[in-house]
């Protein structure tokens, strides 16, 4: 595939788009969609382009660069005034979002480590859900809402992250896919946040 292509492909990716607006705002898939050409724009463009306050641009750019996805070069335009020309790192954008769906599967395998063998109880209005023990506390009532908790069926619970496991998994295989195709150029760019 051709890397434009590939950059492209990668705001596809519900997981990537909700992982940009989480940490930079829903300013950052527009923002980054500019940058699939791997080309280098300033602030003031990107606002010009996208009809956007220049401040929510350059929020949403030194949110990204904090994570290192977002890099700049500056330029003297004279002795008083600098441009910074912005392009982004797509392969950093998919290590991240790789890093974050393995941690959440782990997390998935210890959630399902803990309730397989217990008893689970939670209140109907979705106050809480606690363990057998905590449950027989509280007389199998809601601490939140006095409402009477109910048994979960752990075979199902169990079963609906395992589900979600195997998304995880098979997402992680795509986007592991994609990091193999992807080529950054960064050389004479601040990457990382000081």
Partial sequence: MVKNKINKIILEDKTVCDFLTQIAGPLAPNIIDFFKNDSEYTPEILSKKLNEKIT??????????YRGIACYKRKKIDNKFCEFN????HKKILEIVIEQQIEKYQELDKVIGEKKDRD???CPKKCIEIPFEISAAYNFKCPNCNSNLELIDIKKMVANIK???????????KLNKMLQLVGDKDSDYVCESI
């Fill in 56 to 65: 929510n641009v350059r929020f949403t750019l030194n949110s990204l660069h």
């Fill in 86 to 89: 912005w392009t982004i790192k």
């Fill in 120 to 122: 689970y109880f939670a």
């Fill in 163 to 173: 589900r979600k496991k195997t998304k995880i998994k098979k997402n992680v295989e």
